[in-house]
């Protein structure tokens, strides 16, 4: 008599589910089977494994047609303990097909939303069998396997584990099988109980197709949800750097996991603030290199939460000029990974950046390369006044309630914006350095405000006298002849880089040394002269440091103008010789 209760009599049907007498056979037979560790039995197991197959199949044809875990165990009463010997019989999960067909036995009894105690259980049971299965163990049976067969035991575990990833692996990929009919049950639903099987697996290389996988499934069905459990030990192991995953799983993991997207986003941030010598050539590898801007240009959703950690960030902190680079860095990155899926995805720039003054959006993300050397003044102009009227609407509804609310917020995603395509901000420093006084008023405003954007006690007209004050020092310098140099005015530029005043809007030092620095790159003084002035000023101001990064920021953006070769070369070395000076200085 076998050690199992009898099998209950099935519900009585037009047309029975499974011959009584034959599945009392099996149950039997598992029993006889124990964990098949004789020769006798691994022996019977082996000659009844195409009937057992033939078996396992049909119980899974009647398990889909069923609503619920409930209803299953109602109608197969004997099949959680038929399962449950099977699954520690070596024989049978050695078989590559009776293995499949047991797992997705296993996965179709798992409940995603658990309705009572039954389900509760049977999901406890469920991930329990998984997990054991997908790991290392003591197991008896699998001890005599490994011996009779002679295999070393962790050449036999990773075999087994390589198998079992394969086959969760090979589910994952089934279509959906619910849409036709609601109360049919849905190939997705395994999809939840596989993840969980794979909290222990996250930092197995054996699984990582399995998880790339899971992460890559289209979710065209509400049941196809992933395990909260699986994406936090995933997130955790791969910020850890204790799992390795292909671009597109951790890119998916991004796009389910916002924990997992922040971290990331973060570490960019704590990178670029504690390593200030950077330069942007080696931050735009590291920007590569984090996947980030291919994430964003991949799916949107991911692009709008990067940027409002971005905005959080410099609300807080408008003047750390090294998260301003990084964003802006950042954006070009991105619009360059969004040009190569152009033919991909037809997502407008609206979408993108819905908070944006939308007359601003397009002249702002024109990059000056696209427009001829000659129109740079032109459009930089227009961008300062179209600024300006912003600020002078915000100014003038101060103290209106919600509507001064609504344009603080305006000037603030216009200069976001403009912080995001600094490119223009380079462009009018540089043109300050050609421009005559009578047309330098729109640049050195834009400047301005993107130092000083939030316009603090209404201060923002006495840093564009400062600013204007600077450029007329440089302005004497650079094209007037005048030798030696004018001590008094020298020492002027040096004061207001240094300045400190209490009570007084202190000007911004990387808005003069900015200037300067462009200054003596781009004028037509000699490089002698030039360098002179410069090594000067920042020595006595102590900004020697800053000055050298200055320059390092130069040199990659002199590709994205529409200078002659000849200028170029003429500019490059310029740059060499006053980093060459500057490093023998410090």
């Known amino acids: 008599m076998s050690q199992l209760q009898p099998v209950i009599q099935l519900q009585s049907m037009a047309e029975p589910l499974l011959n009584i007498q034959e599945m009392q056979f099996w149950l039997d037979k598992a029993v006889a089977w124990g964990q098949a560790n004789s020769p ?33 165990m109602k109608t197969l009463p004997f099949l959680g303990q038929f399962l449950g010997r099977l699954c520690w019989n070596p024989c049978v999960t050695a078989d590559a097909t009776s293995r499949r ?244 995805t037809s997502i407008s720039l609206k979408a993108l950046f819905p908070e944006s003054p939308q007359s601003l959006l397009l002249p702002l993300l024109t990059l000056p390369s696209e427009m001829s050397q000659e129109a740079w003044r032109r459009h930089l102009n227009w961008l300062s006044g179209s600024l300006q009227r912003l600020t002078e609407e915000e100014e003038e509804g101060d103290g209106d309630g919600s509507s001064s609310s609504k344009r603080h917020h305006t000037v603030f995603e216009a200069w976001f914006l403009l912080v995001q395509c600094g490119h223009w901000v380079q462009v009018a420093v540089q043109l300050l350095v050609t421009s005559e006084p009578e047309d330098c008023g729109p640049l050195l405003w834009l400047l301005t405000f993107y130092h000083h954007p939030t316009n603090r006690w209404h201060h923002r007209e006495l840093q564009l006298v ?17 030798r030696p140099l004018p001590v008094d005015c020298l020492q002027s530029l040096v004061f207001l880089l240094s300045s400190t005043q209490p009570q007084q809007p202190s000007p911004s030092p990387l808005l003069i040394l900015d200037l300067l620095v462009n200054f003596a790159v781009f004028s037509q ?23 050298a990064c200055v320059l390092s920021s130069l040199r990659p953006r002199l590709n994205e103008g529409s200078r002659s070769s000849d200028d170029c070369n003429r500019v490059h070395l310029r740059i060499k010789a006053l980093q060459n000076t500057l490093m023998h200085s410090v």
């Open 466 to 482: 400062h600013a204007k004050e600077a450029w007329d020092h440089l302005h004497s310098f650079f094209l007037i002849s005048a």
């Open 101 to 344: 067909l047991l797992f997705q036995c296993l996965l179709g009894l798992y409940s995603e939303h658990p309705g009572n105690a039954v389900e509760r259980k049977a999901n406890q049971w469920i991930r329990k069998v998984l997990c054991q299965l997908a790991t290392e163990d003591d197991d008896a049976a699998a001890q005599a396997v490994m011996k009779n067969m002679g295999v070393p035991p962790k050449e036999y575990y990773l075999k087994v584990l390589r198998k079992k990833v394969a086959l969760l692996q090979e589910n994952i990929g089934k279509s959906c099988s619910s849409l036709g009919d609601i109360n049919q049950r849905c190939s997705c639903d395994s999809i939840l109980a596989t993840s969980e099987a794979c909290v222990p697996l996250v930092t197995c290389p054996e699984a990582a197709p399995l998880i790339g996988a899971l992460l890559q499934q289209p979710v065209t069905c509400v049941r196809a949800a992933l395990s909260e459990d699986f994406l936090d030990a995933l997130s955790s192991a791969y910020s850890s750097q204790c799992s390795s995953l292909e671009e597109q799983t951790v890119i998916s993991l991004w796009y389910h996991n916002l924990s997992s997207l922040e971290g990331a986003v973060l570490s960019q941030l704590e990178d670029v603030v504690t390593n200030k010598g950077s330069t942007p050539q080696r931050l735009e590898e590291q920007l590569a290199q984090s996947l980030l801007p291919k994430a964003c240009a991949q799916h949107c959703s991911i692009f709008l939460v990067v940027k409002d950690i971005f905005r959080s960030i410099l609300k807080q902190a408008e003047g750390v000029e090294p998260v301003k680079n990084l964003i802006q860095t950042f954006t070009s990155c991105f619009l360059r990974e969004l040009a190569l899926l152009q033919n991909q």
């Open 525 to 547: 003084h000699s490089l002698s002269a030039s360098t002179r002035i410069l090594q000067a000023v920042v020595d006595q101001s102590g900004l020697v440091d800053e000055a």
């Open 40 to 72: 006798d039995t691994q022996r019977d197991t082996c000659l009844h494994l195409n009937r057992l197959r033939d078996l396992l199949q049909q119980l899974l044809t009647n398990m889909n047609n069923m609503s619920s875990t409930t209803e299953t």
